[in-house]
């Protein structure tokens, strides 16, 4: 503590040139925390919401086929599965085309057996099976655009040509995705002249272990159909879906990558201009009797203040616009909450203390190291 | 290596290597200067007067021959171990004061003490103590640029007697201050010297100065060629005369 002085001091020598190295090293973890913040995300939404026990089961052909919704009826005769839910994507919009969020009728018999994980409370699953046109709404969705219980709703069709409105009866929780809608699959039937077919069925499966043999049964009971079925895990089901994003992820990651090596440079001509501008105080300081290694830690010290408080700044700046904007609209589906998870908050940290300490490290060492007679002599 | 000398000689040679160039600076130079005394090494530019205050102050290294300061023999000692040995027995007054500009004058001072494991309360008590030596007590919270020259060395002669060390070097005190400052910085000197009973090494040009020493030890080309008392009390005139 009794060296703080000295490193506070040191850091105010020039308050400019200071400043700009915490902006610049802040702007550049901005970038970074805001650009890893996005895989990170996407990989935490995986491991969130995947259940071990659900089964997707959709056409072979693509998620724009839908399949017979008769076929919920077969996959529920097999065994270890206990329950199967009907989902068809109504892709609605609220009030205006980036007033989007994800919306799906679903089975309103099924929905507390399929996502028993979701935390729908049993007054809502009591009205949602009450109201035909009750509907369930993500916690963030309800935030976004100030809805509460017992409000009504509209959603436009856009693949459908007809809107629905939708009584509010409920908060999706849990694992559920905090952006979207369920509503009743009957009511969508009814409006559309019940057309039979159905985007997926979410297949419910008593164990993990016995979800392959379940995956194998759907598929191999409907091939050779007029809509074959490609079922797998929740997991692989999102991550695929996640898989067209996976490209633009890795160039984020190494994009900022690129950022924080580019400003790690920066800030090691800066940290190098700053201790050769002293090299006659340090000299002055060793004749005194600080050893090489008190200067090594005294000047690491005041680069690795001036790294953090750049972190800080960058990372609680980026936690902050994150946060306000929710980069990104509702219909990105589990994409839609882009937030800073405390993992990349903790690497943008870490991240600055290592700028910090390592763009210091070498004019740090060379100075500390120095011969003192040569060092006063250009004092001199 | 007798114990009465605070500094001991030994047939020192220190040779630098400036490229393809080897510099003789002091060429097998033996001095012995007894505790208490205040000396004045004089001699032309490049006559190895700052190389041999190097090897006593413990920053520089003989090429060969032996260097004992305080009792304790430091040709051997390694780079760790001179550090703290110098925190305890030396301190260094510079020509251009060399303070830390972004500290005051109290933090210049503190800084030596830095080094030991007094309190905070303590090593405030020392530092006051020093500078009110120094006739600087109204001016700790002034930072170097808020100082005159003369005021600057006196805040480094601080710095330099706060941690009470065996022996004070000082190389060219006198060398950036005018006359008036100059006498000042000298006067102190010989206050340090008379009643702290401080060994005082000091480099110099300046011919004022043989009036306040004991001995005047000169050097020319790396060597030691001549020792002569020095004209302590003597008359200003009559010193400038015989200079």
Redesign the interface.
């Known amino acids: 503590m009794?060296?703080a002085?000295?490193v506070f001091?040191?850091l105010?020598?020039s308050k400019r040139r200071t400043i700009l190295t915490v902006l610049s090293i802040a702007v550049s973890l901005f970038i970074f925390s805001a650009l890893v913040s996005v895989p990170t995300v996407a990989n935490q939404i995986l491991s969130d919401t995947a259940s071990s026990t659900r089964i997707a089961a959709h056409n072979k052909a693509g998620l724009a086929y839908s399949i017979p919704v008769a076929y919920r009826q077969r996959i529920v005769a097999i065994p270890h599965v206990e329950a199967a839910m009907t989902q068809s994507w109504f892709g609605g919009v609220y009030h205006e085309l980036y007033d989007q969020f994800p919306n799906f009728a679903v089975d309103h018999e099924q929905i507390e057996k399929v996502y028993s994980d979701w935390a729908i409370s049993p007054e809502s699953i009591e009205q949602f099976k009450k109201i035909r046109t009750a509907c369930l709404v993500g916690a963030e969705t309800m935030k976004r655009f100030h809805l509460h219980v017992g409000q009504q709703i509209q959603l436009k069709g856009s693949i459908y040509n007809f809107n629905v409105t939708l009584q509010i009866v409920g908060v999706l929780g849990g694992k559920a995705p905090p952006t979207f809608l369920l509503f009743r699959r009957d009511y969508l039937e009814e409006a559309a002249g019940r057309p039979g077919f159905v985007s997926m069925i979410w297949v419910k499966v008593d164990k993990p272990e016995n979800v392959p043999q379940v995956i194998a049964a759907i598929d191999e009971g409907f091939a050779n159909s007029s809509a074959e079925t490609l079922s797998e895990s929740e997991s692989a089901f999102i991550g695929g879906f996640m898989q067209s994003y996976r490209t633009i992820f890795r160039m984020a990651e190494i994009l900022g990558f690129i950022v924080v090596l580019t400003i790690g440079l920066v800030a090691a001509n800066t940290a190098a201009m700053s201790i050769r501008e002293r090299r006659?105080?340090i000299a002055?300081?060793?004749?005194?009797?600080?050893?090489?290694?008190?200067i090594l830690s005294l000047l690491l010290s005041e680069s690795l203040v001036i790294g953090l408080l750049g972190g800080l700044l960058g990372c609680g700046s980026a936690f902050i616009v994150l946060k306000l904007f929710a980069v990104g609209t509702g219909s990105m589906g589990p994409m839609s909450s882009i937030r800073m998870p405390p993992l990349v908050l903790a690497e943008t940290l870490i991240a600055s203390a290592l700028i910090g300490v390592f763009s210091a490290l070498g004019p740090a060492v060379s100075a500390a190291r120095r011969n003192?007679?040569d060092a006063?002599r250009m004092?001199? | 290596m007798d114990e009465k000398y605070a500094i001991d000689l030994e047939h020192v040679v220190r040779i630098y290597k400036r490229d393809e160039f080897e510099v003789r600076a002091l060429d097998d130079v033996t001095i012995q200067i007894p505790a208490g005394r205040f000396v004045a090494i004089m001699g032309p530019s490049g006559s190895g007067k700052t190389t041999m205050l190097?090897l006593i102050?413990g920053?520089?290294h003989a090429t060969t021959g032996r260097v004992a300061v305080g009792g304790e023999e430091i040709t051997g000692m390694k780079?760790?171990d001179l550090?703290?040995w110098?925190?305890?027995h030396?301190g260094?007054v510079?020509?251009?004061y060399?303070l830390?500009?972004?500290?005051t004058a109290f933090?210049n001072v503190e800084?030596?003490l830095?080094?030991t494991r007094l309190s905070?309360a303590e090593r405030r008590s020392h530092v006051e103590t020093a500078l009110r030596v120094v006739n600087l007590a109204d001016r700790m919270d002034h930072y170097p640029r808020q100082l005159s020259g003369g005021q600057e060395q006196r805040v480094a002669i601080a710095?330099a007697i706060v941690a009470d060390p065996t022996i004070i070097v000082a190389d060219e005190p006198t060398g950036d201050l005018d006359a008036k400052s100059a006498e000042e910085i000298l006067g102190l000197l010989v206050d340090l010297n008379r009643q702290f009973h401080k060994t005082i090494v000091m480099v110099t040009h300046d011919p004022r100065a043989e009036r306040y020493v004991d001995t005047v030890y000169r050097l020319d080309k790396g060597l030691l060629v001549g020792t002569e008392p020095g004209r302590r009390g003597a008359p200003a005139e009559a010193a400038a005369t015989s200079a």
């Open positions: 009794k060296y002085v000295l001091k040191n105010f020598r006659g105080e002055v300081m060793r004749s005194i009797g600080f050893t090489s290694r008190t003192i007679v006063l004092v001199a | 190097n102050a920053i520089d780079e760790r550090a703290s110098r925190a305890r030396i260094l510079f020509q251009f060399n830390i500009p972004v500290l933090e800084l030596p830095l080094l905070k710095r």
